[in-house]
């Protein structure tokens, strides 16, 4: 069973409908580096995969049409910039038959319209292409979030035709569909033939595919027909992936292993049980409601080899429930996981290739967990266990984990080897009533441990490391680290006083960032541009802050959050 089903409109797509791209002539090409808003991207080379064979150039047009000229400003929560040679939304300024769609990926705005084609340049001498043909979404983001500039190529011929290594086209990898280890990832772009000539292209979204090449992909597409979404679903077996389109041939997909898309995800579980998740790709912006009945949920996202958060839930009956939650999608749903569970712990490793670890304690006190994908096959860790930790940034090649015994011992494993249920466990301290763990990824010199016995707030940094007492009367902490440096963020709740530690593992580093709080989490990012985020919730409502921790709340208001139980932000 796959996990994103469920998550993705029907597909209208018709070869009928696909109107022929009309190439237009290649002016002068003009140097084009763009900066995304949440983190620069260096550009680097890389080994290529073997070229595919496709389309010859094709023809150019009139060099008429709209160029660029000052666009939209860019809106704070948008994760690419809005096109400068835009009017208005989807261009309605300058054709206003334009209209939005459903489908956005990353600020990759879906676009349709009911007149003919209008052809745009993205820069003075770029070459053009034609509003809304599948061609000038994928050029669109590939210019936008990797600073490729538009080259001549059908559908069928974004990726074959690639100049990769010329001035201006960053060294990307060519990836042929049916490679073994190789599934679209997040941000690749796909060529697909048919008997039209022209073919099809299309942005990937989301990947949810196992081990044995088995699973779906999430695109964007354009031109897909009246109705469309601007979703699609591409299935993927023994590693060769079909769109269900009689005549189709996926041939193949541009991977730029230099990007990747880190997005901040803000989630909340009211006392009545409905989970909700921000919406925006942002710290601020609406919630979606996305399950009810929920005792407890966990929702990661911003890394990993799927940038579509990870959302976990288990139900008050004991149910556990996982899947990739992708904005705007309607209907979406989450798939059972396992059943007769008492609590569980979520992580995901950076970058790419990360893969997600699901941990939880069963109703007879096991301890399982599944790692590489949510539906992977659990193993037991141990027994007799009351509570458990996965370090954020754990991987299944990589984790760090810990669990406390019926007896009150904490016990911790870490490494390559913390996920085979024959390695030895650790014994960390005793009289423990819950823990929490940091740096899943980290050397044992890094990583942070804490642990809360009678009320007092433990922690430390590094496996050999010695543990100080941080505080007392505490009824929540939380600890992670931040950028490549491995800096330790630590926070605690005490009398509704949070309280906030950044560098040092000692008691004195702590300094109040907020009084009346409820609830709070703390993330950070583990690049060298990582930067801190606190989330707190007060009687006043929902308060993020980010960057300098320095009690500079941004109040985001009590009408959208009711009575919060819980409150993650990754």
Not at 514 to 531: K, P, R
Request: charged residues 15%.
């Amino acid at each position: 069973m796959d996990l994103t089903t469920s998550l993705i409109a029907r597909r209208w797509r018709t070869r009928a409908r696909i109107r022929p791209r009309r190439p237009p002539a290649a002016g002068a090409l003009v140097a084009a580096r763009l900066a995304p808003l949440l983190a620069a991207v260096v550009l680097a080379a890389t080994t290529v995969a073997p070229a595919i064979a496709g389309a010859s150039p094709a023809t150019p047009a009139p060099e008429t049409g709209h160029v660029a000229t000052h666009g939209v400003p860019l809106a704070p929560n948008d994760a690419l910039p809005r096109p400068s040679w835009w009017n208005g939304s989807c261009d309605v300024g300058n054709d206003p038959s334009s209209y939005k769609l459903a489908a956005n990926f990353d600020g990759l705005q879906d676009c349709g319209h009911t007149s003919g084609d209008y052809l745009v340049r993205f820069f003075p001498g770029a070459w053009g292409e034609y509003e809304w043909e599948c061609v000038e979404l994928s050029m669109r983001w590939m210019y936008l979030a990797w600073g490729v500039k538009p080259y001549g190529a059908n559908g069928n011929g974004v990726v074959p035709n690639y100049p990769s290594g010329a001035p201006g086209y960053p060294t990307l990898a060519v990836v042929k569909n049916g490679t073994a280890g190789e599934a679209p990832q997040p941000g690749d772009v796909l060529s697909i033939d048919n008997s039209n000539q022209f073919g099809h292209t299309e942005v990937a979204a989301s990947t949810s595919v196992n081990g044995d090449g088995d699973g779906t992909v999430t695109a964007i597409s354009e031109n897909d027909g009246p109705g469309a979404s601007g979703w699609a679903t591409l299935t993927v077996k023994s590693w060769v992936v079909t769109d269900g389109i009689p005549g189709d041939v996926v041939v193949g997909w541009l991977h730029n292993p230099a990007w990747t898309l880190e997005q901040p995800v803000s989630w909340k579980l009211t006392s009545t049980g409905d989970l909700s998740i921000q919406d925006s790709g942002g710290v601020l912006g609406p919630y979606v409601t996305v399950a009810t009945g929920i005792a407890r949920a966990g929702v990661i996202g911003g890394d990993g080899y799927s940038p579509a958060p990870i959302v976990v839930a288990l139900t008050t009956s004991g149910e556990l429930e996982g899947g990739y939650y992708l904005p705007g999608i309607p209907g979406w749903s989450m798939a059972p996981i396992a059943s007769g569970v008492k609590s569980f712990a979520l992580s995901a490793g950076p970058g790419v290739s990360g893969r997600p670890v699901l941990g939880w304690v069963t109703d007879q006190g096991e301890f399982e967990i599944a790692s590489g994908g949510l539906l992977a096959t659990p193993v037991e860790e141990a027994a007799g266990v009351t509570s458990i930790a996965i370090a954020p940034d754990s991987d299944p090649a990589n984790s760090f984990i810990g669990y406390v015994s019926t007896a009150g011992v904490f016990y911790d494993r870490q490494g390559a080897g913390a996920l085979v249920p024959t390695s030895s466990w650790r014994t960390v301290a005793t009289g423990v009533t819950s823990i929490r763990l940091g740096g899943g990824d980290l050397p044992t010199s890094d990583t942070l441990e804490a642990y809360t016995s009678a009320g007092t707030f433990y922690a430390r940094q590094g496996m050999a490391g010695t543990f100080t007492a941080e505080a007392t009367s505490v009824t929540q902490m939380a600890v992670t680290t931040i950028g490549s440096a491995a800096t330790p963020l630590l926070a605690y709740l005490s009398e509704g006083r949070l309280e906030v530690a950044f560098g040092p593992v000692t008691a004195e580093a702590f300094v109040v960032q907020d009084t009346g709080v409820s609830v709070m989490s703390v993330a950070a990012g583990t690049t060298s541009a990582g930067f801190p985020i606190v989330g707190a919730v007060t009687a006043a409502g929902l308060e993020m802050e980010d960057g300098a921790l320095g009690g500079h709340w941004t109040h985001e208001g009590a009408a959208a959050l009711g009575g919060v139980a819980s409150l993650t932000v990754s």
